[in-house]
């Protein structure tokens, strides 16, 4: 009993700890995920990374420019079929992005049901509330936008490595000095996650006694503070580097991309579904 | 092979970190063109330092240096002509390999220096492809550098300057957590550059590889002084000497056993 209790007490002890280390790990682990999906064989990790950019983006204008239920649906449930033929689960895109939705965009829509003007579709007599008919669909329309634009922006980071899409980005006329410090930055990014996972890790290991709210706040600032220090010192080392291979200011970088003429049938198609989703959703 | 014009004279050179910490002290030292020269030195020794100094990172707080006759100097290297001629010629492999390997895929790293130093696309795609097959990571082309293991990543980092194939490689503690193959393989690497005519300068103080690369040493004390420089044999016999200079130590069970 006595030590069911003492390991209870420490466990909510380190409830700090253990929630900062689940956070690192999860997020390290998504990125791994990801990485190994966009290496599976499918439709979209066979396309041409310029391709996808330029399709996503210009079906997301589509679904803004889209004032049908209708259509929406449609082009969501297309998402799911891209990630059905791109061999993404659909339960993975569905419970990614419907997990996150009420959160974020439930929050904002859930007024709308009550405070949009017209006429009543519900009454609650519990709430002495109103759902009325114009604030169903604008919530509707939110969440249904949110949830495709959402998906196809998955369908694109999942079967695309990170780096592809920002090399693909230089399409978009991004300049390649905002391409290469995007890449750095996510780069360094993972590479200061494993120190400070490595750092949680090693507190972890010999904390024995107690630690109280002040114990770990203290530890969490030392902690971040190494982190600052180590990664100051990183872009000064990596500046250097970067200096000691001829950087001078201006980044050159190779497009190494090469069109197929299946790139440029996909590139129409979706193109294609978009006019018609703007035309129909009219 | 000393008749040769030296690749770089390092004369009376001294460096303090932000005019405080001493890293370098009157450091006299000439390299010549086709050597294979080991820095030898404890952590802390000022090797990495030097070789910082040496591809005209930092630039001294006393002294001069001049490469292939030609003082290295900030005010020097602004100049885009000497700039680009000297980066061409001077190549330097980091120790932490994750600051070596800051682009988001191997291509783009082993592309960038052929890239930036101007050199036609057609030519950067031929060094590029000849590059990774050399070391043979070709596989590893689109990957992420962040992905890779440790031996991966110093292959590629060492892909990155081979595709600029300069004249002068500065490596600085290139074994650093290799397990023992990736450690032969990197020897037989380093070998092959020196029977090609290239300058090697190795900042390390890993015996064994001296032992194997070094046409030439030179040792730094623990008061960032050079205290001997020669024969590698002679300098390797010299226990006192790598004692002195915390390269090598009696453990106290060997001793007991005397």
């Known amino acids: 009993m006595e030590n069911t209790s003492s390991v209870k007490r420490s466990s909510n002890r380190s409830d700090i700890l253990e929630h900062t280390l689940h956070g690192i790990t999860e997020t390290l682990e998504q990125a791994l995920f990801a990485e190994e999906i966009s290496a599976r064989k499918g439709l979209f990790q066979s396309l041409d990374a310029r391709v996808k950019v330029i399709s996503v983006l210009a079906l997301l204008i589509g679904v803004a420019l889209s004032h049908s239920l209708l259509v929406l649906l449609a082009i969501y449930f297309l998402a799911l079929l891209f990630a059905w033929t791109s061999a993404i689960p659909a339960g993975l895109l569905i419970k990614r992005v419907w997990l996150a939705l009420p959160f974020f965009t439930g929050l904002i829509a859930l007024p709308a049901l009550f405070i949009t003007p ?20 604008t919530a509707a329309f939110l969440l249904l936008r949110v949830s495709t634009s959402a998906s196809l922006t998955l369908l694109l980071i999942l079967t695309t490595p990170w780096n592809t899409v920002l090399s693909a980005l230089g399409v978009l006329r991004v300049p390649d000095v905002f391409i290469l410090i995007l890449g750095m930055t996510y780069r360094y990014i993972y590479l200061l996650l494993h120190t400070a996972n490595d750092m949680f890790l090693s507190r972890k290991s010999r904390m024995v006694g107690r630690m109280d709210t002040s114990e770990n706040q203290k530890m969490l600032a030392a902690i971040s503070a190494t982190l600052l220090d180590k990664s100051l010192n990183l872009s000064s080392e990596v500046y250097l580097a970067m200096q ?7 980044v050159v970088t190779l497009k190494p991309f090469r069109m197929q003429p299946q790139d440029w ?8 579904i978009t006019t018609l989703a703007i035309i129909l959703g009219r | 092979m000393l008749n040769t014009k030296p690749v770089f004279d390092v004369r009376q050179v001294s460096f303090e970190y932000e005019g405080k910490q001493t890293a370098l002290d009157h450091i006299d030292l000439s390299v010549h063109a086709g050597e294979s020269l080991i820095i030898l030195g404890a952590n802390g020794s000022g090797k990495s330092t030097l070789l910082k100094l040496l591809d005209g990172l ?16 900030e005010e020097a290297l602004r100049d885009d002509e000497f700039n680009f001629a000297f980066r061409r010629r001077v190549g330097l492999i980091f120790q932490d390999t994750d600051v ?61 300057l081979l595709s600029l194939n300069p004249d002068v490689w500065l490596l600085d503690e290139p074994t650093t957590g290799l397990d023992p193959r990736s450690q032969s393989w990197l020897v037989e690497f380093i070998l092959k550059q020196r029977n090609e005519g290239k300058t090697v300068i190795t900042a390390t103080h890993d015996l ?9 040493i030179c040792v730094f004390s623990e008061d960032h002084q050079v205290v001997a420089a020669g024969d590698p044999q002679e300098i390797l016999e ?21």
């Not at chain 1, 049938?265 to 294609?272: A, V």
């Open chain 1, 118 to 137: 017209g006429p009543a579709f519900l009454h609650l007599p519990l709430l002495g509330l109103v759902i009325t008919q114009t604030g169903l669909t």
């Open chain 1, 244 to 250: 000691s291979r001829g950087y001078r200011g201006a």
């Open chain 1, 265 to 272: 049938l996909w590139l129409f198609i979706f193109l294609g």
């Open chain 2, 58 to 73: 930092y630039f001294p707080t006393g002294g001069e240096i001049q490469a292939f006759g030609n003082p290295v100097t």
């Open chain 2, 100 to 160: 070596q390997l800051f682009s988001a895929s191997v291509l783009d790293e082993v592309a960038f220096a052929p890239l930036q130093l101007g050199l036609p696309r057609d030519e950067v795609n031929r060094r590029v492809d000849s590059a990774l097959e050399a070391l043979r990571i070709e596989k590893l082309r689109e990957r992420a550098p962040h992905r890779l293991s440790g031996g991966e990543k110093r292959r590629v980092a060492l892909a990155s």
């Open chain 2, 208 to 216: 064994t590889l001296a032992e194997e690369i070094a046409s030439r």
């Open chain 2, 238 to 258: 010299d226990h006192d000497l790598l004692h002195r200079c915390n390269l090598a130590h009696y453990h106290a069970h060997h001793l007991e056993r005397i």
